[in-house]
């Protein structure tokens, strides 16, 4: 299964395409971070980790991890 990573110097997202179920959970969370208009679509800058863990976390389909 192919992953994409996205991360800085405190954490990684891991993204798998082939598992999401698009529910849009992540976009309406942060749409700061998330944007799929946008390439790449994941940009983690200015955003604490902290907050997104907890959006990875509220991933319905696990295609959102973190390394």
Avoid at 26 to 55: E, F, G, H, M
Wanted: aromatic content about 6%; charged content about 20%; hydrophobic content about 35%.
């Amino acid at each position: 299964m192919k992953t994409k990573e996205y991360g800085n110097s405190e954490i990684t997202i891991l993204w798998k395409p082939e598992k999401c179920i698009h529910a849009g959970i992540c976009v309406k969370t942060l749409p700061q971070v998330y944007d799929p208009k946008r390439k790449p679509w994941i940009n983690i800058a200015n955003v604490s980790t902290a907050a997104l863990r907890d959006q990875v976390a509220q991933c319905p389909s696990g295609a959102l991890s973190i390394k």
